[in-house]
Nanobody, 121 residues
Framework: QVQLVESGGGLVQAGGSLRLSCRAS????????MGWYRQATGQQRELVAN???????IYQDSVKGRFTISRDNAQNMVSLQMNSLKPEDTAVYYC???????????????WGQGTQVTVSL
């Protein structure tokens, strides 16, 4: 069983920065695709960014140039650096782990509990 534990959410003013981190248990982390998803109130959950074991990434268009996903396989951790935050980035952010190729259509197998990010004007 894989467990994902997020940290780093909070309240920030527009234009500010936050860094989310996720630590995974289990030995499959190094070969898994890791991702960050978000769900705003009344909206569907959406992919923010994915990263595979080799470091290749996929970003949602709205966060390109502002967010950076990274991973540390030795620490079983994946992070999301969020800069130039906007009110529309407000959502619950979820860490996720998937098997297979780096493809936004691949559904994660495991999810974290979520961490709230709120961006105020």
């Amino acid at each position: 069983q894989v467990q994902l534990v997020e940290s780093g959410g909070g309240l920030v003013q527009a234009g500010g920065s936050l860094r989310l981190s996720c630590r995974a248990s289990g030995s499959i982390f190094s070969i898994a695709v890791m991702g960050w998803y978000r769900q705003a109130t009344g909206q569907q959950r959406e992919l923010v960014a994915n990263i595979n074991s080799g470091g290749s990434t996929i970003y949602q268009d709205s966060v390109k140039g502002r967010f950076t996903i990274s991973r540390d396989n030795a620490q079983n951790m994946v992070s999301l650096q969020m800069n130039s935050l906007k009110p529309e980035d407000t959502a619950v952010y979820y860490c996720a782990l998937a098997y297979g190729v780096l493809d936004p259509r691949v559904q994660p197998r495991y999810w974290g509990q979520g961490t709230q990010v709120t961006v105020s004007l």
